[in-house]
């Protein structure tokens, strides 16, 4: 399998075509995938702002106060409630803000960024991102699957890694469900989150901080005859630990 960042890629602009600069700039097979940062996305769809866009209600201020009291550390009200409004729930309000996006994504502050903005305060995440990753992939002459990625943390490991919040042309995952093993045993449970394991093959090479590369060619890799699915994100019927989370509260 060939994984390869797309070289060259100026800063992204608001209103920037992004499937555009990738063909001018990579070398774009029928049947690659692209696997493309949401910080990139975000700055084409116009998502960097400044704090001053949002007005903290009561409750942002609330927020960041019992924040700044458990952590020591002074937290903008403004900040909060750029979270507030980009979130459906909050999983946990302190130590930190772990929260349940619009389109379903679980993470810290709503995956807004403070870094790599293009000069803005913050940059939210794209509105919609497999609708982004569609897009992206019409706008590609060739036959591609497209993946919009993050980085985010994992519960119970240090670090984080490349995730996948939109998608478009690919299956979220590929179901092993009655197939068998080495030895034989029928798989029961295995349904592989693909463009999850995609998104962190890229986040290898895209590389961090100041000299990272946004959008990664992903060559020779085939999905295979398995059934696919696009549930990615757990309902919260069926996500324990999302129940467990609204019964605790941070006890400082």
Known sequence: MYVNAVPGLPEIDAGDDLAALIEEHGDVHDGDVLCVASTVVSKAEGRAYALDDFPPSPRAREIAARLEEVTGDEKDPRFAQAVLEESMELAIEAPFLLTETRFGHVGVNAGIDRSNTGGADLLLLPERPSESAERIREGIDADVAVVVTDT???????????????????SASRDWRGETDRD???????????VDELASAANLVTGEGDGGDPVVVVRDWAFGDHDGSDNLFRELDGDFVRQAL???EFDR
């Not at 919040?165 to 690919?170: L, S, V």
């Open 184 to 194: 034989g045993h029928e798989l029961a449970v295995t349904v592989e989150s693909v």
């Open 246 to 248: 609204r019964e605790w």
């Open 152 to 170: 985010c943390g994992r519960p119970f490991r240090h670090g984080q890694r490349g995730v996948a919040i939109g998608w478009a042309g690919i």
